[in-house]
């Protein structure tokens, strides 16, 4: 199986900041990622596909990046609808598995 | 608009089945080329996927479950179904069922919380 390391854990930040979360995969996954928000008592929520594109209705503080085994979540200008939890997980090949996600908090 | 809703038992005995039905409504689960899928969320925030139906009723389990997971579907109902057997206390998780479409899921039902316990 492909493992997903996520980092941080936990993050708290302050409301206008720019925000990092980290998914490093075991092995070359080909941009084959997504990012995923979940807010308290919800579902999660699709966010980032193909590692870079914005899913609909995603708004563009929203970013990400990346390519092989490292990639990135950025958070533009933080806002307090923002504070969830944030999963990466790699399509690209069977079982697809998720990061352990990333507790984002308001400093 | 898709909406996917699980149901299920709240609470199942150790060594009994875990039984989950994924009710959908705004989308036919035979339209190409969506898969219907089980996730389940572990106290701890881990995420597992299970397994898919296709919308042609073929299936794709995760291979740690492969022994103890069936996923079926009743098309007339627009419903799809989670089975887990032998269940233990490790299975208590949030059930969730998903849409899946090139790679990701882009329609999740709310979860349904099920307990392992005597």
């Known amino acids: 199986d492909i493992q997903m390391t996520q980092s941080p854990a936990s993050l708290s930040a302050s409301l206008g900041e720019t925000v990092t979360i980290e998914c490093r995969a075991s092995?070359?996954?080909?941009?084959?990622l997504a990012w995923y928000q979940q807010k308290p008592g919800k579902s999660p929520q699709l966010l980032i596909y193909?590692?870079?594109s914005l899913h609909t209705g995603v708004p563009s503080r929203f970013s990400g990046s990346g390519s092989g085994t490292q990639y990135s979540l950025k958070i533009n200008s933080l806002q307090s609808e923002d504070v969830a939890s944030y999963f990466c997980?790699?399509?690209?090949?069977?079982?697809?598995?998720f990061g352990g996600g990333t507790k984002l908090e308001l400093k | 608009q898709v909406n996917l809703q699980e149901s299920g038992p709240g609470i199942v005995k150790p060594s009994q089945p875990l039984s989950v039905t994924c009710s959908v409504t705004?989308?036919?689960?035979?339209?190409?080329?969506?898969?219907w899928n089980w996730i389940r969320k572990f106290s701890g925030n881990k995420l597992e996927w299970m397994g898919y139906?296709?919308?042609?009723?073929?299936?794709y389990y995760n291979p740690s479950l492969k022994s103890r997971i069936s996923i079926t579907r009743d098309t007339s109902k627009n419903q799809f179904f989670l089975q887990l057997n032998t269940v233990t206390t490790e299975d208590t998780a949030v059930y969730y069922c998903?849409?899946?479409?090139?790679?990701?899921?882009?329609?999740w039902g709310q979860g349904v919380m099920v307990t392992v316990s005597s």
């Open positions: 998903a849409r899946h479409y090139d790679g990701t899921f882009d329609y």
């Open positions: 705004g989308y036919s689960i035979t339209t190409s080329y969506y898969y």
């Open positions: 139906i296709r919308y042609d009723s073929s299936i």
């Open positions: 092995e070359d996954i080909y941009n084959g």
């Open positions: 193909i590692a870079n």
């Open positions: 997980q790699q399509y690209y090949n069977y079982p697809w598995t």
